[in-house]
């Protein structure tokens, strides 16, 4: 499961976490993450997700589990997600949700973070402010000394930029997290947000 975990990709992430709520086929899949701008996220092409969900079936995170076809299109085979699958995109979760070095995986681990019980995502989010927060000081301190000692402005310029963007972070985070820690938060796997996708797609079939 290690090595599973280590070589997920945020775009495998992306679509373990669409099987999570039921099954489906490629193109399912890349029209469901366009549909909610998932591409703000991850790249998406038909070539990457394709190419992705094979990957993913050799790990053994997702099967097959039927093949179909639509009138003259070409047959379209459908994907499950496998219990390894399930624990391998938690697992990836955990791991990237409180770190601060890998802020492209943050962003995907944040989406899927209410795969994880509402107080395990608050701890490990609790532990990236604090983290946050440390690296801020800690640049503070050194743009400081640089213009103490002299450091023309110019020269500056980065570090005033990453310093603002850790401190709108850190707002950020001092809002969501009591909100996210409220038992009236939504949270949790018990309404998918693609039911009405499904649910119009099983209407159109009809």
Known sequence: ??????????????????????????????????????????????????????????????????????????????????????????EWVRRELSRVDRPAEFRVALAEAHGLAREEAVALLDARRAALADALDSLATGRRHAVGKGVPEQYLLELGREEALLQAELAWMDATLPRIAAPDFPWGPDVTPSERYFAQRKAARQ
Do not use: C, F
């Not at 469901?32 to 991850?42: F, G, P, Q, Y």
């Open 1 to 90: 499961m290690t090595d599973a975990v280590a070589r997920l990709t945020p775009l495998g992430v992306a679509v373990l976490a669409l099987l999570s709520e039921g099954d489906m086929h490629p193109y399912e899949m890349i029209r469901l993450m366009h549909l909610r701008r998932d591409d703000r996220l991850v790249t998406i092409t038909n070539g990457t997700v394709y190419h992705t969900v094979a990957r993913l079936e050799r790990a053994g995170l997702i099967a097959e589990v039927g093949v179909d076809r639509d009138g003259n299109r070409p047959e379209r085979t459908t994907y499950t997600q496998t219990d390894a699958g399930a624990a391998a995109v938690l």
